[in-house]
């Protein structure tokens, strides 16, 4: 028995959104990465604040990944696992050494606006196949990141 069977996806088009859901999950584990090393390397005036809110934001792109790979399991797939797979198809960068506040803050940001419009391509491709269930998980992101874009870059100012 497969689950495609039970929530009436199309697998054809379903293998699309599970492309797509991949590529995701390896920019997630860089992004996961990334902020490992911002509240590792964070330093200054605002550390307290920006160690905290980085093993925050770390802990929920945790949470986004394993919810990714769930997904890709319920569509049919095999999500990847290995940091060597993760890296040959990654699109968003691994950074280098930030230890300043407003770099740091930056990078969030950056990396935070790759990962919607990745999320917005996925909805796309969800879209075209009646799958609702993406479509809600990576709206939900969007929104939540959209709104954390809002607050680092009222910091930032």
Do not use: C
């Amino acid at each position: 028995m497969k689950t495609l069977d039970f929530i009436r996806l199309d697998a054809n088009a379903s293998n699309q959104v599970v492309n797509a859901l991949q590529q995701l999950l390896a920019d997630y584990h860089v992004f996961y990465a990334n902020l490992r090393g911002l509240h590792w390397n964070i330093q200054g005036k605002k550390f307290f604040a920006l160690h905290q809110k980085f093993e925050e934001l770390y802990d929920e792109v945790a949470d986004q990944i394993d919810e990714i790979a769930e997904r890709i399991l319920t569509l049919g797939g095999v999500p990847a696992h290995n940091l060597s797979a993760y890296l040959k198809v990654a699109k968003l960068k691994e950074s280098d050494y930030v230890a300043g506040s407003e770099q740091a803050v930056k990078l969030v940001l950056d990396n935070l606006a790759y990962l919607i419009a990745a999320e917005r391509t996925v909805i796309e491709v969800a879209e075209k196949a009646n799958d609702e269930g993406t479509t809600a998980i990576m709206s939900d992101y969007i929104r939540d990141q959209e709104k954390l874009v809002w607050m680092y870059t009222a910091w930032l100012s």
